[in-house]
């Protein structure tokens, strides 16, 4: 297997005049998670089509496992493994059904098909689903099963399309174990998030997409660091000491963020606990007044803000201190 | 590559009929929904308007004809829903046979259809119809009406991927009746005015019913026109005519879902 699995130069695809890929450049190193973090509309599900040759760019290089994805889609689909944005299972069937017949399909032959079905189940804990039909199990499950049907092969590459979004907490991070347990195997995943949170407990490195190309890539403490890092958020009573609390934060001035609407400011800390601190006795001593006080990572919304210096989020609008 | 082509058009034929047994009162009601037809117009609304003679031995055909064209629906429920679920995203990124998913929706519709027939030509034997040509013109026929099907397989893959929802098949649906009933199926075209019974002479059911009866020995037809003169041709024709243009829209469709 070569150095690397994934080099994508110059991606280009576009819907009617929408540039959903724009230029875009990505290298990813054989058996290393790649995160892809995007908004809405960023191209997350573009690049992965094109990836698992489902959609032909416009235009670009993009090679995945060694093989070009347009000229030799075949040899590619040998070597990948897709867990779409949206569920690509058959609703009617069960569950050993779907592993059987996807297992055949890859042309694992009746009885391997068989006896990897039973270990998926097995793996991801769907033995005991039985005849149920994969439109009666819950969203958690339904996951699972559309994950275990992506790793049927042992692929070289897996692509993960937002593999957590719609999940309950519990969902989540059963579907965080199942990754985390295959990256030991010498697999490349190249997984796409909304959650920066995600991207960090999962990723070895991260590009930050956005309008179709990638806006910054690093591993999640370089981001972080770009970001800023953590950030204390401070909600007062009263809306006229906003002015006054962001001159006690231990922070330059230009960091602060004052949203007078929420009567709350807001500014990246390097100690966490040393600053919660810090800002708590600050505020004592001058007699400003708190109706809340958090710690809290920086929000995706956050790292764009920082990345692209556009606020996508209006309703998250915050003023610099003047 | 070609060596797997068999093998995944078999798993995929397998997978309908997995879809069968999930829903065998499904598969009941699709079976006897025609057969239901046949008695309803066969005896609650009694003779067709313009048969002389024995109207079960003019209904049967027509009614074998109309469950052929109907098959339309079906066809494009079951592609439309595979559309939306996005399964079909799924075996596009498999290693399998491009094509396989065609075939094993054309073979599971085919075998579903040749079901249809043949409960139908029991229930109008029990009825009391019978095939007066004898059992090489009663095969003859059975093809007829099979291409028949087969045409509108096609016709139903790439209105269904034109289509795209589940919720616009209903939209289609409403269409494909009124194309069924303008036809000889119940009644002549004589019996017609004018203008509607030469767009009901020229329908492709029509034409199959037609056949049909000739091959079957039914009297009760006896217009002169010459697209019923030449109803074997037609029957023919029609279903090549319209399988020569909806194949290869449906497969190039197919292969281009993705643009
Ligand atoms: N089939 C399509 N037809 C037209 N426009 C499309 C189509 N698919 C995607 N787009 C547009 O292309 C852009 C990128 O879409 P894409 O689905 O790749 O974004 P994404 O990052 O996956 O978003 P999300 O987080 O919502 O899944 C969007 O502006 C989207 O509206
Ligand atoms: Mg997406």
């Known amino acids: ?322 | 590559m070609t060596s797997y082509a068999l093998v995944d058009s078999w798993t995929m034929t397998r997978r309908e009929l997995a879809h069968w047994a999930r829903q065998p009162v499904q598969v009941l009601v699709a079976l006897v929904f025609p057969v239901m037809m046949l008695l309803m117009f066969g005896y609650l609304l009694g003779g067709g308007r313009g048969v002389e003679g024995d109207y079960l031995s003019y209904l049967v055909p027509g009614m074998l004809a109309l469950t052929m064209a109907f098959g339309l629906e079906g066809t494009m429920i079951a592609v439309t829903r595979d559309l939306d679920k996005g399964v079909i995203d799924r075996f596009r990124s498999l290693p399998m046979a491009s094509g396989a998913v065609l075939v094993g929706r054309a073979s599971a519709d085919m075998l579903q259809s040749a079901l249809n027939l043949a409960v139908m030509l029991g229930a109008g034997y029990a009825l009391g119809w019978r095939a007066h040509g004898g059992p090489g013109a009663l095969l003859a026929a059975v093809g007829l009406l099979l291409l028949l099907r087969f045409a509108m397989l096609w016709v139903g893959i790439h209105l269904a991927m034109v289509a795209g929802k589940p919720e616009m098949v209903q939209a289609v649906q409403i269409l494909v009746w009124p194309v069924g009933f303008l036809s000889n199926a119940f009644a002549t075209p004589q019996s017609m005015p004018a203008w509607l019974g030469a767009v009901v002479e020229w329908n492709p059911l029509s034409a199959t019913a037609t056949a049909v009866r000739d091959l079957c020995g039914d009297a009760g037809a006896t217009s002169a026109s010459w697209a019923a003169d030449h109803a074997a041709l037609l029957a023919v024709a029609w279903p090549l005519a319209l399988t020569a243009v909806f194949f290869p829209l449906a497969a190039r469709r197919f292969a281009r879902l993705d643009t």
């Open chain 1, 1 to 322: 297997m070569a150095d690397t699995a994934i080099t994508v130069e110059g991606a280009q695809k576009k819907y009617g005049d929408k540039k959903a890929l724009d230029g875009l450049d990505l290298t990813v190193a054989s058996g290393t998670v790649q995160g892809v973090l995007g908004p809405n509309g960023a191209g997350k599900t573009t690049l992965v089509r094109i990836l698992s040759t489902l959609l032909r760019p416009d235009a670009g290089r993009i090679r995945v496992a060694g093989h070009d994805v347009v000229a030799h889609a075949r040899e590619v689909r040998l070597r990948i493994g897709l867990l779409g944005q949206h569920a690509a299972l058959d609703e009617e069937l069960d569950g050993r059904q779907n592993l059987e017949m996807f297992g055949r399909l890859h042309h694992l032959g009746a009885r391997h098909a068989r006896v990897r079905a039973d270990e998926l189940l097995e793996r991801f804990g769907l033995t005991d689903t039985g005849r149920k039909p994969v439109q009666r199990y819950s969203g958690g499950m339904r996951r699972r099963l559309d994950l275990a049907t992506s790793l049927i092969t042992r692929p070289e590459v897996l692509f993960l399309d937002e593999p957590t979004t719609g999940l309950d907490p519990r969902g989540r991070a059963e579907v965080w174990t199942s990754v985390r347990s295959l990256v030991g195997g010498g697999t490349t995943v190249l997984l796409t998030t909304q959650y920066l949170e995600e991207a960090d407990r999962l990723a070895d490195r991260v590009a930050v997409v956005d309008g179709g190309r990638v806006v910054a890539d690093g591993t999640p403490d370089e981001l972080k660091r770009l970001t800023g890092g953590d950030r204390v958020d401070v909600v007062l009573r009263d809306a006229r000491q906003l002015g006054a609390a962001a001159a006690l934060l231990p922070v330059p001035r230009g960091d602060v963020a004052v949203d007078a609407d929420r009567r709350r400011l807001s500014a990246p800390v390097t100690d966490r606990m040393a600053a919660l601190a810090g800002v708590v006795r600050a505020l004592e001593d001058a007699g400003i007044e708190a109706e809340d006080i958090a710690l809290r990572r920086p929000t995706l919304d956050e790292v764009f803000l920082h990345l692209t210096g556009d606020d996508r989020a209006g309703h998250h609008r915050m003023e610099e201190a003047a």
